[in-house]
């Protein structure tokens, strides 16, 4: 099996790392020659890919690819990928499965209240809209070519270098107080063995929330990272005073409490940071 990924972040690269020994072959791309010549240091087969054009050498990374993982955003004019290299994409001869990761930020605000991959979008921001829109694009596309095509809804991402226990540290972590807002997460290694377990599923996918078992206050899960480090737990801050960017803001305009049972059951997936008291010590 060869894999190509298109968009090597945060999530992707841990993906990479735990997923060599299954495929024969990982090609992956950046959007700047800056990153791709330090992929290329670290021994990574990178190639370019602006979002705007194909190379010779990124086509032939498609047509030998049985999977394709696609973790870069879509942007105003769509879904890169789909926008550019669609045409490859459907003369592909090897290409047998798909994976996309789109966010649970396509739910939308729901009141708190539970919701699974059966329940209405309703996405609020753009950003999310611009997920839905790229998951039909997606869903188009594998059924014309007829593969299969695995879509993972990803909550908030966090891990080592990306968690509360760094913003502890760096002294940027506020304890910002919005009453019943709740808020869903992922650890990387998560996101890395779940997209492991998908590949190597033998049936077909579908639509699968990425998300721990345990939805929580914001506010909590600082003070449980201030508790694992011994430092003070940072004062209160309502959210009526807190001074949040309109993204940072938008955030906290939808609460919902995103459900995993899907990807426990059909993929038997057992998740190793199930809430985020594991995620926060396995950072520690």
């Given at each position: 099996?060869?894999l ?9 690269s ?7 020994e ?5 090609t992956?791309?950046?959007r700047?020659?800056?990153?791709v010549a ?18 010779p050498?990124l ?6 690819a049985?999977h394709?993982l696609?973790s ?6 769509g879904?890169p990928?789909l926008?550019?290299l ?8 090897a290409?047998?499965r798909?994976?996309?990761?789109s966010?649970?930020?396509?739910y939308?605000d729901?009141e708190?209240?539970?919701v ?17 829109e790229a998951?039909q ?23 080592p270098?990306r968690s509360?226990?760094?913003?502890l540290?760096?002294?940027?972590a506020?304890?910002?107080?919005k009453p019943?807002?709740v808020?869903?997460?992922?650890h990387?290694?998560?996101?890395a063995?779940?997209?492991?377990a998908?590949s190597r ?12 078992l345990?939805?929580?206050?914001p ?7 201030a508790?694992?480090l ?8 309502p ?15 939808e609460n919902?409490?995103?459900a ?5 059951s059909?993929?038997?997936?057992r998740?190793?940071?199930?809430t985020?008291?594991?995620?926060l010590?396995?950072?520690?």
């Open positions: 099996m060869n190509l990924i298109l968009g090597f972040g945060y999530s992707a841990a993906f990479a790392l735990e997923a060599r299954l495929f024969s072959s990982i992956v791309t950046a700047s020659p800056e990153k330090r992929l290329r240091a670290e021994g990574w087969d990178a190639l370019p890919f602006d979002g705007e054009n194909a190379t050498d086509e032939a990374a498609i047509a030998r049985t394709i696609v870069a955003p879509p942007g105003d004019r879904d990928a926008r550019v669609r045409a490859s994409f459907a003369a592909s001869p290409l047998k798909l994976i996309y990761l966010t649970v930020g396509v939308g729901h708190g209240q539970w699974d991959e059966e329940s209405p979008l309703k996405p609020v921001s753009l950003r999310s809209r611009q997920r839905v998951e694009g997606w869903q188009a596309f594998a059924r014309e070519k007829r593969c299969d095509l695995g879509i993972f809804r990803l909550s908030g991402i966090y891990g270098g509360a226990i760094d913003n540290r760096a002294g940027t506020r304890r910002i107080i019943g807002q808020f869903n997460r992922i990387v290694a998560d996101i063995g779940a997209l492991v998908a599923h033998e049936g077909g996918l579908g639509i699968f929330n990425l998300t721990d345990e939805p929580a206050p506010q909590d899960v600082v003070e449980f990272a508790t694992l011994g430092m003070p737990v940072p004062p209160d801050i959210f009526e005073d807190a001074q949040l960017s309109e993204m940072g803001r938008s955030f906290y305009g919902k409490r995103v995993n049972g899907l990807i426990r059909a993929l038997r997936y998740f190793r940071c199930p985020y008291r594991e995620g010590q396995a950072c520690l």
